[in-house]
């Protein structure tokens, strides 16, 4: 399996999927509180960490690329909004080092499936008690589509395998469908996708 130059990718005066935050962010804006802690796995050039900044919640995010990570704070400073970056991939990231209000990760679908295992293992043990995670991606039929993602099916999401991976949470929701999305030149036209939101049972109370 060819691997992307994520950092190579990055690499232009152009945000690759748009300067918005994705549309599957915003439409759960009402679960996000000012002052919740959020990070924000394989954050890319930014457009999420900075949005969810913008609505005045405590942002780290870490993505592999020296030049997504720039991007992003490039954007923070042009939207006058603080986030915090690490230039890091999902293996050497330390998963256990802090637990967030939210967790989220949005078209990580680089990742095959041994490498999934481990990342969203870690985006488990990332969350605090009662903490909310957020994830959106593509499910197989997108291979119909070629309008972005991975063009692996064994790198895409279905219900059942989100549901087996966190199983552990309780699903507030999880849904495949099919929309149009404009989000820069990486994602443009009819896309087959999943989101799923899960909330980690809250710690009982002594």
Do not use: C
Request: glycine residues 10%; proline residues 4%.
């Amino acid at each position: 399996m060819a691997t992307l130059d994520w950092n190579a990718r990055f690499d232009t005066d152009d945000y690759v999927f748009g300067r918005a935050p994705s549309q599957f962010l915003k439409r759960r804006v009402a679960l996000l509180r000012a002052g919740m802690s959020a990070l924000l796995v394989a954050d890319g050039e930014g457009r999420n960490s900075v949005w969810l900044a913008e609505q005045g919640l405590a942002v780290r995010a870490f993505d592999p690329a020296p030049t997504g990570v720039a991007k992003a704070q490039r954007l923070a400073a042009e939207r006058g909004v603080s986030i915090e970056t690490e230039i890091a991939d999902v293996e050497s990231f330390d998963w256990d080092a802090t637990q967030y209000d939210l967790v989220v990760g949005i078209f990580i679908q680089f990742a095959g499936p041994a490498l999934r295992a481990a990342m969203f293992g870690g985006m488990l043990r990332a969350l605090k008690p009662g903490g909310l995670l957020l994830l959106h991606g593509y499910t197989p039929k997108q291979l119909d589509y070629g309008t972005g993602g991975p063009p692996y099916v064994e790198n895409l999401y279905t219900e059942a395998l989100l549901r087996d991976a966190f199983g552990v949470l309780e699903i507030e929701e999880l849904i495949a469908y099919e929309r149009e999305l404009q989000e820069g030149a990486g994602h443009a036209g009819m896309s087959a996708l999943i989101d799923l939101t899960a909330r980690k049972q809250a710690a009982e109370r002594p």
